[in-house]
């Protein structure tokens, strides 16, 4: 190997070392600092000599977490699968069935895909009063669903373009159906798809901040995210407490994404650029 | 999950489209007859959930914005018409004008760092060979992605704070007269939230980047190096055009979250101190829900989204050309 090779091979690796740190290092102050003495204020970085993992029950029960658990999997319940559901209905109709006016739906849809969630918020805010669900988890889910709709088509849609038209024509001569030819030949073969949709669907729908923040007062009736933006409110000033109870509310994210991740990432790798 | 072997994804696909229309129709998918007129308009049936849900949840509310923007409307009483004040106030009212420009700035940090960093990254993640390191370094570098952004904003908050982290290293290097409240401070506060951004979308961009250098052809670096490029011109020559693509999904992804970042400013700063990291996102929150100014928020809230699309879809179609 010549110099020039292992300064090379040298930088890289600090380089590469150096994002890493910077991407975990926010995450181990938060950690070192909810193992301090409770109502201390502790250095960015310090392992306490006598760490006080009691924070973490402290802050479970401070935060009130069993109900915001509960909350943020009946949120994610009432979107993924229902989201999950309708997109690839749609996905595969706007790629495989020949739709009066795709095209233009289809438009209208993509139009969705850069609509930022705030630019509605105010409207939605009054619909959902006049529609009496304001401060209910229906304000959140029902709003929900429609937002993540486009993108949720839109990755469907992709998937199914890429389909096997020879299967379809197999199926026709074998005298199926259009259901039928959806439900054992193509919705088999876009499990990956949709599977994937639904990882991402559930960390948008867990992470929510924004429509819990506006739509519901009470915290336990929020996401995860929302019930963490209350908690900091409550106890923005109590910097140990604050950690242990964010370290709690982000560990389901992270243990999702660990699980999966080698799904996740290669789906994404996948899926983003169709 | 089931196990996800390799989709039969759709390489064929044309890239992410702006809303500009997809080539839905330059492939049609199968060739057939054309179907029966009964079963022709039933293919409705399939899509009326998703347009149903999305015309009266994301459609029919963007009109509303449209609508209140031409009105003053304290949120309770009766609204009055107000002509194009609240529009001429996005130009005219500092505040509001700052808004916008801190949110292309913000461009600096949630796209161009990540985008930049992110192309170091992986060309050098690309050079590893498959092994612990590189996978550790993917996913450890992903997982601010996958965090509630009300989480980067706490863990953030504190890192800035006069005992946080970035004050310790300072002073332990004897640069203590540096040390400040970043978040709290007129000059660097919007720097810092900017930072953030890079911290949430590096990994991100790193990934996506990774996946489409995955895809260059082996051939063309063995033709670089044949023809005895350096790794730089090996960069310029073979992966920066390759990666047009990933780019411009990068680019697009990580623009609107600046453009409309919202749950870190709000979190992290509120807009402060004073107004110097007010963004469209934060003020729209604000005018509505502790101003009352419905009329001046929706003007702004379409204004933005306007904003948004007039930005993202140049960048689509720059994808999409051969």
Known sequence: MTTSGITHRVTRTAILLALMLFAVVPLLSMFTTALAEPGSTPQGLSWPSDPHWHNFVDAWSAANFVALFRSSTIIVLGVVPATVAMATAAGYALAQLNVPFGKAIYGLLLVGLTLPFEALITPLYYDLQSMGLLGTRLAIILPLIGLLMPFGVFWMRAHFLGAEPALTEAAKVDGANTWQTFRRIHLPLATSAWSALAVLFFLASWNQYLLPLVLVDDPTKRTVAGGLGAFQGQYGTDIVLLCAGSLLIILPSLVIFLIFQRNFLKALMQGAVK | ?????????????????????????????????????????SALLWIAPAFGMYAVFVLYPML?????????????????PAGLDNWKAIFTQPELLHSVEHAFILIIFYTILPVGLGLIAASFIRELRPGAFSTTARVVLFVPQVLPLVAAGIAWTWMYSSDGLVNQVLRAVGLDRHARAWLGDFTFALPAVGVIGVWVM???????????????????????????????????????????????????????????????VQIATQGGPGYQTMVPGVEIYRLTFLQQHVGQASALAVFLAALVLLIIWPIQRLGREK
Do not use: N
């Not at chain 2, 489209?17 to 199968?30: E, L, R």
């Not at chain 2, 509303?64 to 009055?80: H, K, L, M, N, R």
């Not at chain 2, 990994?203 to 990774?210: H, Q």
């Open chain 2, 202 to 264: 590096l990994g991100f961009c790193t990934v996506l980047l990774l996946a489409g250098i995955g895809k260059i052809d082996p051939a063309l670096y063995e033709a670089a190096r044949l023809d005895g490029a350096g790794r730089i011109s090996e960069f310029f020559a073979v992966t920066l055009p390759g990666l047009r693509r990933e780019l411009v999904v990068c680019t697009t992804f990580t623009m609107i979250a600046a453009l409309a970042s919202f749950d870190v």
């Open chain 2, 1 to 41: 999950m089931r196990s996800i072997s390799s989709p039969p994804v759709m390489r064929q696909a044309s890239s992410m489209t702006g809303p500009s229309g997809a080539p839905a129709a330059t492939q049609p998918a199968v060739p057939r007859p054309i179907p029966p007129r009964t079963r022709h308009w």
């Open chain 2, 64 to 80: 509303q914005s449209v609508q209140y923007s031409f009105y003053d409307w304290d949120g309770i009483g009766p609204a009055t």
